[in-house]
T-cell receptor
Framework: DTGVSQDPRHKITKRGQNVTFRCDPI?????LYWYRQTLGQGPEFLTY????????KSRLLSDRFSAERPKGSFSTLEIQRTEQGDSAMYLC?????????????FGPGTRLTVL | DAKTTQPPSMDCAEGRAANLPCNHS???????VYWYRQIHSQGPQYIIH???NNETNEMASLIITEDRKSSTLILPHATLRDTAVYYC?????????FGAGTRLTVKP
């Protein structure tokens, strides 16, 4: 399968712990995005990378959140000192970086539960 | 990015065409119309997109009105597996702004 992959698919943690999620984009896609989705809502944009550069961050991305894409391939999203409000599905998407219509393809998501 | 309006829910009989409307009256000339769907607990799945012309692929057809203020996603022969939340998005910028979408239920 050559789609976007995310790991782990599910994570249960206790409040105050740190968690890290990984996203592997479609090969040769130079744009990578992170979204968060809470129950009953559509996905909300968190941040975006063009190759290894983080170019945009949402106000939703508090100081406890950090994302990296060190070599312009896979990306990690870390949440420090998790809170119960962080419980959500974290989605990763990638796109080729085309001019005009640049279609994003989503991974299966990582479901985080903070106890 | 322009805002979209979709009905919260729709039903469709299995085997019939499902026509999902979307209003985007404030769309700009360079904004594309995208459709995604999300089956429970999965990531959003890309369906189709268009700018001005109607588009068709193996999954669906997209009909965009001449003034581009609304569009309709057509699933020609809906199956039970098409039950999902369908999102209509208009964008030219990088991030996708998802609304609440339309929950389509295909019934036997």
């Amino acid at each position: 399968d050559t789609g976007v992959s995310q790991d782990p698919r599910h994570k249960i943690t206790k409040r105050g712990q740190n968690v890290t999620f990984r996203c592997d984009p479609i090969s040769e896609h130079n744009r990578l995005y992170w979204y968060r989705q809470t129950l009953g809502q559509g996905p909300e944009f968190l941040t975006y990378f063009q190759n290894e550069a983080q170019l945009e961050k949402s106000r939703l991305l508090s100081d406890r959140f950090s994302a990296e894409r060190p070599k312009g391939s896979f990306s990690t999203l870390e949440i420090q000192r998790t809170e119960q409000g962080d419980s959500a599905m974290y989605l990763c998407a990638s796109s080729p970086g085309a001019v005009g219509a640049d279609t994003q393809y989503f991974g299966p998501g990582t479901r985080l539960t903070v106890l | 990015d322009a805002k979209t309006t979709q009905p919260p829910s729709m039903d469709c009989a299995e085997g019939r065409a499902a026509n999902l409307p979307c209003n985007h009256s404030t769309i700009s000339g360079n904004e594309y119309v995208y459709w995604y769907r999300q089956i429970h607990s999965q990531g959003p799945q890309y369906i189709i997109h268009g700018l001005k012309n109607n588009e068709t692929n193996e999954m669906a057809s997209l009909i965009i009105t001449e003034d581009r203020k609304s569009s309709t996603l057509i699933l020609p022969h809906a199956t039970l597996r098409d039950t999902a939340v369908y999102y209509c998005i208009v964008r030219v910028n990088r991030d996708m702004r998802f609304g609440a979408g339309t929950r389509l239920t295909v019934k036997p």
